[in-house]
């Protein structure tokens, strides 16, 4: 029987879901995930967790933060002056920013907590810090 090695381009229907069973994300309703195992392209846990399936079995993940998108970085949390914020932005709490790094680059950043002086913005990736689970079912194994 077939399974997933290292360099194989695979097809995976996914569903992730925190520890508290909240779903973020899932392909059930599209089409699958295809990605090369071991390429890189996913979270280590995902891409460890298809490693040596066989083609169309299922089993669920649990992927500890490190091996997903890591710990939360306090040093990403920023609270800023509203002042320097464009004077025609109403952020709200949740809401994504794109803000501008020191290098010139374009990062996410999300909304944390908002007072009269102050916005407070988190450029964490938002499913850092948690636990993930992932019920997977391989689809399709090419060479």
């Known amino acids: 029987m077939s399974t997933a090695k290292v360099n194989d381009k695979v097809k995976v229907h996914y569903t992730g879901k925190l520890s508290s069973g909240e779903v973020f994300d899932s392909s059930v309703d599209r089409e699958p995930i295809e990605f090369v195992v071991g390429g890189g392209q996913m979270i280590k846990g995902f891409d460890d967790g298809v490693l040596g399936m066989a083609l169309n079995e299922k089993k669920t993940l649990n992927i500890p933060a490190e091996q997903a998108y890591g710990e939360s970085n306090p040093a990403l949390i920023q609270t800023l002056d509203r002042t320097q914020l464009p004077p025609d932005l109403k952020p709200e709490v949740g809401q994504t920013l794109v803000a501008g790094s020191p290098e010139g680059q374009e990062m996410h950043v ?8 102050t916005i407070t913005i988190d450029a964490n990736h938002p499913l850092a810090g948690k636990e993930l689970i992932f019920d997977i079912e391989l689809v399709e194994i090419g060479g």
């Open 110 to 117: 999300q909304v944390t907590e908002l007072t009269e002086a």
